[in-house]
Protein backbone atom coordinates (compact mmCIF):
# COMPACT_ATOMS: atom_id res chain seq x y z
CA UNK A 1 0.00 0.00 0.00
CA UNK A 2 1.50 3.48 -1.14
CA UNK A 3 1.39 6.56 -0.07
CA UNK A 4 -1.46 9.37 -1.16
CA UNK A 5 -0.91 12.45 -2.26
CA UNK A 6 -2.42 15.19 -0.74
CA UNK A 7 -4.48 16.67 -3.33
CA UNK A 8 -5.78 13.04 -4.33
CA UNK A 9 -9.00 11.81 -4.34
CA UNK A 10 -9.51 8.79 -1.93
CA UNK A 11 -10.62 5.55 -3.81
CA UNK A 12 -14.05 4.06 -3.61
CA UNK A 13 -14.98 2.06 -1.01
CA UNK A 14 -15.60 -0.71 -3.79
CA UNK A 15 -12.35 -0.30 -5.17
CA UNK A 16 -10.73 -1.03 -1.52
CA UNK A 17 -12.96 -4.03 -1.04
CA UNK A 18 -11.57 -5.53 -4.35
CA UNK A 19 -8.47 -4.78 -3.07
CA UNK A 20 -8.81 -6.68 0.14
CA UNK A 21 -10.61 -9.55 -1.73
CA UNK A 22 -8.25 -10.15 -3.87
CA UNK A 23 -5.72 -10.55 -0.97
CA UNK A 24 -8.04 -12.94 0.38
CA UNK A 25 -8.06 -14.80 -2.57
CA UNK A 26 -4.62 -14.97 -2.80
CA UNK A 27 -3.88 -16.35 0.86
CA UNK A 28 -6.35 -18.72 -0.22
CA UNK A 29 -5.08 -19.98 -3.04
CA UNK A 30 -1.74 -20.03 -1.35
CA UNK A 31 -3.14 -22.07 1.17
CA UNK A 32 -4.49 -24.73 -1.19
CA UNK A 33 -1.15 -25.07 -3.18
CA UNK A 34 0.55 -25.67 0.17
CA UNK A 35 -1.83 -28.19 1.33
CA UNK A 36 -1.41 -29.72 -2.15
CA UNK A 37 2.29 -29.78 -1.55
CA UNK A 38 2.15 -30.81 2.18
CA UNK A 39 4.39 -28.01 2.97
CA UNK A 40 1.69 -25.55 5.21
CA UNK A 41 3.88 -25.04 7.60
CA UNK A 42 6.16 -23.16 5.34
CA UNK A 43 3.57 -21.03 3.69
CA UNK A 44 1.75 -20.33 7.15
CA UNK A 45 5.46 -19.05 8.46
CA UNK A 46 5.81 -17.12 5.11
CA UNK A 47 2.52 -15.46 5.01
CA UNK A 48 2.64 -14.97 9.16
CA UNK A 49 6.47 -12.95 8.33
CA UNK A 50 4.33 -10.99 5.33
CA UNK A 51 1.48 -10.25 7.06
CA UNK A 52 3.79 -8.89 10.35
CA UNK A 53 5.74 -6.83 7.79
CA UNK A 54 2.58 -5.33 6.92
CA UNK A 55 0.83 -4.57 9.83
CA UNK A 56 4.35 -3.30 11.37
CA UNK A 57 4.39 -0.68 8.11
CA UNK A 58 0.72 0.62 8.71
CA UNK A 59 1.30 0.85 12.56
CA UNK A 60 4.90 2.91 11.80
CA UNK A 61 3.26 5.07 9.58
CA UNK A 62 -0.35 5.60 11.85
CA UNK A 63 1.93 6.14 14.95
CA UNK A 64 4.20 8.98 12.63
CA UNK A 65 1.20 10.45 11.47
CA UNK A 66 -0.46 10.57 14.99
CA UNK A 67 2.53 11.89 16.78
CA UNK A 68 2.35 15.83 15.68
CA UNK A 69 -1.42 15.81 17.44
CA UNK A 70 0.10 14.32 20.21
CA UNK A 71 3.14 16.83 20.81
CA UNK A 72 0.29 19.65 20.72
CA UNK A 73 -1.85 17.82 22.77
CA UNK A 74 0.67 17.70 25.73
CA UNK A 75 1.54 21.31 25.09
CA UNK A 76 -2.18 22.31 25.42
CA UNK A 77 -2.29 19.80 29.05
CA UNK A 78 1.30 21.36 29.81
CA UNK A 79 -0.13 24.55 29.33
CA UNK A 80 -3.25 24.07 31.58
CA UNK A 81 -1.37 22.50 34.23
CA UNK A 82 0.92 26.05 34.60
CA UNK A 83 -2.18 27.87 34.77
CA UNK A 84 -3.70 26.29 37.30
CA UNK A 85 -0.86 25.66 39.55
CA UNK A 86 0.90 29.16 39.20
CA UNK A 87 -1.94 30.87 40.58
CA UNK A 88 -2.47 28.85 43.48
CA UNK A 89 0.99 28.72 44.40
CA UNK A 90 0.89 32.71 43.90
CA UNK A 91 -1.90 32.73 46.40
CA UNK A 92 0.22 30.24 49.19
CA UNK A 93 2.90 32.78 49.18
CA UNK A 94 0.80 36.14 49.62
CA UNK A 95 -0.48 33.95 53.10
CA UNK A 96 2.18 32.71 54.55
CA UNK A 97 3.76 36.59 54.16
Known amino acids: MG ?10 LRIQADQVLLALTQY ?3 FKVA ?10 I ?11 TEV ?6 LEPFLMIF ?3 VGT ?3 AVF ?9 LEK
Open 74 to 76: LGL
Open 80 to 82: LVV
Open 60 to 65: EGLTTA
Open 3 to 12: GVALNARPEP
Open 28 to 30: TLR
Open 35 to 44: EGQARLDETL
Open 46 to 56: YLGEIYNDEVT
Open 86 to 94: LPMTTMMQV
